[in-house]
C-alpha cells in the first residue's frame, strides 16, 4: 500500500477515498491532468467478485453524464452497453400500458446501463493511467484534514496535497470533517424504502414488455415502481414503498397479496417476484445537504457524499458526473492555487445540487401521484408541444434537467419564467375574449 512517496517528478497528490461511480470517473481526469492518483476503496475490485452490493443494480444515464462520459473518451464505450429510453410505459392496474415521451427529438432519450458494468468500464480506463494506483480492500476510519492525512483500518497512514471524499451518502471523510467542526450535514432520511425484483426475458430470449422505456407503475399511497431495461432484454425493476409497509411484507402470501392488489401484472411478468421479494434487502433513500464542501486546500467532498439526493430524477449519478468536470474546469483555471479551485468549485456549484435535492424531492410526489392524472398529462404534452412550436424558445423543465446541461438553479428559473409567461398569454387571451363577447352581446 501507498505511503508517503512524493509523486512521481513532484507532480501533485490526490487521495481518493471511494472507487465507486464518482471516485473511478475524477481519478481519470485527474489523471489527464497529471496528477499522482491513489484511490482506497473498501471494498473488494468489482471486476473480481460477482457483484459490490446493495445498490440499485442499473441506472439511468442523461446528458450530463454523458457530456462528462464524452471529455473523458469513454462515451461511445458506454453507449455500446447501453439501451437507450425515449420516454415512460406507464402501467396501469388492468395491465394497458401509454407511452409518453421524453422529448421532442431524436436524441432526447436516456440510457440505462448496469452500476457495475459502468465502474468496471471506468476503473478499466482509469487503470490504463500509470500514475493511478487502486487499492481495494482500504477502509478509510479517520483524517487529519490539516496534513492532508487519511488514515485507515489496521493502522496505515497516507499524506496526500488533497484528498478527495468521494465516499458515497454516508461518507467517512464527511462525519470526519464534521465531528472537527469543518462540516455541517443534514441528513434527511425518506420514509419510504426499496426492493429490486426482476422481469426476466421470456423462454424464446425476447423481452416480455417494451425494452425502449423506462417503465412506471404509479401505486399511488401504496407503492411506486419502476424498471430499467438491461442489454440481454431483462428488466431490473425497483419498488418503493413506505417502511412501514415493507416490514408488514415478510411472508409469500401477504408479498404475492400486496402485488395481486396493486400491480397484477406483476404476476406475468415477474414468475421469481416472491423469492426475490423475500431475499433482496430493502434499500434506503437519503438526502444529503452538506456545508461547506471543502476544508482549506486540503479536503473537498464530491459526488454523493456532498449532495446525495433522492432517486427520482435520475440525477444522482449524472450530477455526480457533472462534478467531476466541474472540479477539473475549477483546478485548470487555478492551477498554482487549490485553495482557490476548490472555493470556486463550491460557489458554482452548490446552489445548483440544493436545487437538485429539491426538484428530486419533488419528482417522487410526481412520479408516485400524478402520472396518471389526466391534468398532468395535459400539462407536460402542452410543455411538449410548446417545445415543438417554439424549439428553443420554451423548454420544458424535465428537458432542460435530463437532455441538457443547463445548470439546475437556472434550469428552474428558467422553467417559472415560462410558466409565468404562458399563464400570462392565457390571462390576456382570456381577458380579450370575455372583453369581446361582452362588445358583441351588449
Ligand atoms: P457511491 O456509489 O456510494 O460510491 C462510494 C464508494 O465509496 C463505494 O464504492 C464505497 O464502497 C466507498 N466507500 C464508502 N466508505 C468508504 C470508506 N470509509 N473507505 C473507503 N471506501 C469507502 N443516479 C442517476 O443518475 N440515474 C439513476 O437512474 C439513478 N438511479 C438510482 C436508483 C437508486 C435506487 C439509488 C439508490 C440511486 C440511484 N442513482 C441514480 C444515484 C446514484 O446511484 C448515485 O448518485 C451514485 O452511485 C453516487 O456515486 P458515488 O461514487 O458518489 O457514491
Given at each position: 500500500?501507498?505511503?508517503?512517496?512524493?509523486?512521481?517528478?513532484?507532480?501533485?497528490?490526490?487521495?481518493?477515498i471511494?472507487?465507486?461511480?464518482t471516485?473511478?470517473?475524477?481519478?481519470?481526469?485527474?489523471?489527464?491532468?497529471?496528477?499522482?492518483?491513489?484511490?482506497?476503496?473498501?471494498?473488494?475490485?468489482?471486476?473480481?467478485?460477482?457483484?459490490?452490493?446493495?445498490?440499485?443494480?442499473?441506472?439511468?444515464?442523461?446528458?450530463?453524464?454523458?457530456?462528462?462520459?464524452?471529455?473523458?473518451?469513454?462515451?461511445?464505450?458506454?453507449?455500446?452497453?447501453?439501451?437507450?429510453?425515449?420516454?415512460?410505459?406507464?402501467?396501469?392496474?388492468?395491465?394497458?400500458?401509454?407511452?409518453?415521451?421524453?422529448?421532442?427529438?431524436?436524441?432526447?432519450?436516456?440510457?440505462?446501463?448496469?452500476?457495475?458494468?459502468?465502474?468496471?468500464?471506468?476503473?478499466?480506463?482509469?487503470?490504463?493511467?500509470?500514475?493511478?494506483?487502486?487499492?481495494?480492500?482500504?477502509?478509510?476510519?479517520?483524517l487529519?484534514p490539516?496534513?492532508?492525512?487519511?488514515?485507515?483500518?489496521?493502522?496505515?497512514?497516507?499524506?496526500?496535497?488533497?484528498i478527495v471524499g468521494a465516499d458515497g451518502a454516508y461518507s467517512t471523510v464527511r462525519t470526519v470533517l464534521e465531528r472537527h467542526g469543518h462540516v455541517h450535514t443534514r441528513l434527511d432520511v425518506?420514509?419510504?424504502?426499496?426492493?429490486?425484483?426482476?422481469?426476466?426475458?421470456?423462454?424464446?430470449?425476447?423481452?416480455?414488455?417494451?425494452?425502449?422505456?423506462?417503465?412506471?407503475?404509479?401505486?399511488?399511497?401504496?407503492?411506486?415502481?419502476?424498471?430499467?431495461?438491461?442489454?440481454?432484454?431483462?428488466?431490473?425493476?425497483?419498488?418503493?414503498?413506505?417502511?412501514?409497509?415493507?416490514?408488514?411484507?415478510?411472508?409469500?402470501?401477504?408479498?404475492?397479496?400486496?402485488?395481486?392488489?396493486?400491480?397484477?401484472?406483476?404476476?406475468?411478468?415477474?414468475?421469481?417476484?416472491?423469492?426475490?421479494?423475500?431475499?433482496?434487502?430493502?434499500?434506503?433513500?437519503v438526502t444529503v445537504r452538506a456545508t461547506p464542501w471543502r476544508y482549506a486546500d486540503r479536503v473537498v467532498l464530491v459526488g454523493d457524499a456532498a449532495h446525495a439526493v433522492y432517486?427520482?430524477?435520475?440525477?444522482g449519478?449524472?450530477s455526480c458526473?457533472e462534478d467531476?468536470?466541474l472540479l477539473?474546469?475549477c483546478?485548470?483555471?487555478?492551477?498554482?492555487?487549490?485553495g482557490a479551485a476548490l472555493a470556486e468549485y463550491q460557489r458554482s456549484r452548490k446552489c445548483h445540487t440544493d436545487v437538485l435535492a429539491d426538484l428530486s424531492e419533488?419528482?417522487?410526489?410526481?412520479?408516485?401521484?400524478?402520472?396518471?392524472?389526466?391534468?398532468?398529462?395535459?400539462?407536460?404534452?402542452?410543455?411538449?408541444?410548446?417545445?415543438?412550436?417554439?424549439?428553443?424558445?420554451?423548454?420544458?423543465?424535465?428537458?432542460?434537467?435530463?437532455?441538457?446541461?443547463?445548470p439546475y438553479a437556472?434550469?428552474?428559473?428558467?422553467?417559472?419564467?415560462?410558466?409565468?409567461?404562458?399563464?400570462?398569454?392565457?390571462?390576456?387571451?382570456?381577458?380579450?375574449?370575455?372583453?369581446?363577447?361582452?362588445?358583441?352581446?351588449?
Open positions: 500500500m501507498n505511503t508517503d512517496d512524493p509523486g512521481a517528478g513532484g507532480a501533485r497528490r490526490a487521495a481518493l471511494g472507487a465507486g461511480l471516485g473511478s470517473l475524477l481519478a481519470i481526469y485527474l489523471a489527464r491532468r497529471g496528477w499522482q492518483v491513489d484511490v482506497y476503496e473498501r471494498r473488494a475490485d468489482p471486476r473480481r467478485v460477482a457483484s459490490a452490493g446493495g445498490r440499485s443494480i442499473n441506472l439511468g444515464l442523461s446528458a450530463r453524464g454523458l457530456a462528462a462520459l464524452r471529455e473523458v473518451g469513454l462515451l461511445d464505450a458506454v453507449l455500446r452497453r447501453c439501451v437507450p429510453m425515449r420516454g415512460r410505459y406507464v402501467h396501469a392496474p388492468d395491465g394497458t400500458l401509454a407511452f409518453q415521451p421524453y422529448g421532442t427529438r431524436e436524441g432526447e432519450v436516456l440510457h440505462s446501463i448496469l452500476r457495475n458494468e459502468l465502474v468496471r468500464l471506468l476503473l478499466d480506463e482509469a487503470q490504463r493511467h500509470p500514475q493511478v494506483r487502486v487499492h481495494f480492500g482500504q477502509n478509510l476510519v479517520g487529519t490539516a496534513r492532508g492525512q487519511a488514515e485507515f483500518a489496521g493502522g496505515q497512514t497516507v499524506t496526500a496535497d488533497l425518506l420514509e419510504w424504502g426499496y426492493k429490486e425484483l426482476t422481469i426476466p426475458a421470456a423462454d424464446d430470449g425476447a423481452a416480455r414488455t417494451p425494452l425502449h422505456g423506462l417503465h412506471v407503475w404509479p401505486g399511488g399511497g401504496d407503492g411506486l415502481m419502476v424498471a430499467h431495461p438491461n442489454v440481454e432484454q431483462s428488466l431490473t425493476a425497483t419498488m418503493f414503498l413506505p417502511l412501514s409497509t415493507l416490514a408488514q411484507l415478510d411472508t409469500p402470501e401477504t408479498v404475492a397479496g400486496f402485488l395481486d392488489a396493486g400491480f397484477p401484472d406483476t404476476a406475468t411478468l415477474m414468475p421469481d417476484r416472491v423469492a426475490e421479494w423475500l431475499e433482496h434487502p430493502v434499500g434506503r433513500l432517486p427520482f430524477y435520475g440525477q449519478m449524472n458526473f467531476c468536470s477539473a474546469g483546478l485548470d483555471r487555478h492551477p498554482a492555487a487549490l419533488r419528482n417522487f410526489v410526481e412520479l408516485r401521484d400524478r402520472l396518471r392524472s389526466p391534468w398532468f398529462r395535459l400539462r407536460k404534452r402542452a410543455d411538449l408541444v410548446l417545445h415543438r412550436a417554439f424549439g428553443r424558445a420554451w423548454l420544458p423543465l424535465y428537458t432542460m434537467i435530463s437532455h441538457r446541461t443547463i437556472d434550469a428552474l428559473r428558467r422553467a417559472r419564467r415560462q410558466d409565468a409567461a404562458l399563464l400570462t398569454a392565457l390571462v390576456l387571451v382570456l381577458g380579450s375574449a370575455t372583453g369581446l363577447l361582452t362588445l358583441l352581446v351588449r
